[in-house]
Nanobody, 122 residues
Framework: VQLVESGGGVVQAGGSLRLSCVASGFTFDDYAIGWFRQAPGKEREGVSCISSSDGSTYYVDSVKGRFTISSDNVKNTVYLQMNSLKPEDTAVYYC????????????????WGRGTQVTVSS
């Protein structure tokens, strides 16, 4: 199982970034994919997830209306479109394989990518 994130970078507040998570080594349609983030000195936070089978999604309240998760089942890739970025969105963003897309993302995660840094300047 392998998950590889990309798309991080430095952006000014109000800007946008699109993160990608390319998955391999398992049957993509049988799992969900989640995005997590961890800022320095803070606990890891589940941001969003999507079920590859039915497209159902979850967003943490702090990103609702600004972030959109989507899935390309042909490319085995999940995207996180992040708009109206705020300095408090600064973190390392990780994708993970989930058994289910659920508000308690951590509980259902079993494989993780290495992360991509997102920095939002004020």
């Amino acid at each position: 199982v392998q998950l590889v994130e990309s798309g991080g970078g430095v952006v000014q507040a109000g800007g946008s970034l699109r993160l990608s998570c390319v998955a391999s080594g398992f049957t993509f349609d049988d799992y969900a994919i989640g995005w997590f983030r961890q800022a320095p000195g803070k606990e890891r936070e589940g941001v969003s997830c999507i079920s590859s089978s039915d497209g159902s999604t979850y967003y943490v309240d702090s990103v609702k209306g600004r972030f959109t998760i989507s899935s390309d089942n042909v490319k085995n890739t999940v995207y996180l479109q992040m708009n109206s970025l705020k300095p408090e969105d600064t973190a390392v963003y990780y994708c993970a394989r989930l058994r289910y897309c659920h508000s308690h993302l951590d509980y259902f995660a079993d494989y993780w990518g290495r992360g991509t840094q997102v920095t939002v300047s004020s």
